[in-house]
């Protein structure tokens, strides 16, 4: 599967989650239709946010529970293919400061500025 179709999954499965748990709460709850709209909108997005990061820390431990995201496997890169974008830095070449032309100090006015 790749890394689009895996990351799809799993942000969509807590979306659901979230909407079936906030509708199985409030099943009972008494509310006007516009304040029970409003606050399972409140809740779907509280527990899908909750649920994600609740499962995203303790996969970091145990990484089969990823499953509760829809796929246990972290898309890892976006790129094509398996391999990961190596990036590679290198120290800038020191300027040659031989043909740097003196200038002089900024408490004494240059030549065009002189009384």
Do not use: C
């Not at 895996?6 to 304040?35: F, K, N």
């Not at 990823?66 to 070449?93: F, M, N, R, W």
């Amino acid at each position: 599967m790749n890394a689009l179709a895996l990351s799809a999954i799993r942000t969509v499965v807590p979306i659901i989650v979230g909407g079936l748990v906030s509708w199985l709460i409030t099943v009972g709850v008494e509310l006007d239709a516009e304040a029970q709209a409003g606050f399972i909108v409140f809740l779907t997005g509280l527990l899908q946010a909750v649920y994600y990061l609740v499962v995203r820390v303790v996969e970091q431990r145990w990484p089969e529970v990823g499953v509760l995201l829809g796929a246990a496997k972290t898309p890892d890169t976006y790129s094509k293919g398996d391999d990961a974008p190596t990036v590679t830095t290198e120290a800038p070449t020191p300027a040659d400061t031989s043909t740097w032309v003196e200038l002089p100090p900024l408490d004494e006015p240059g030549p065009d500025h002189r009384a």
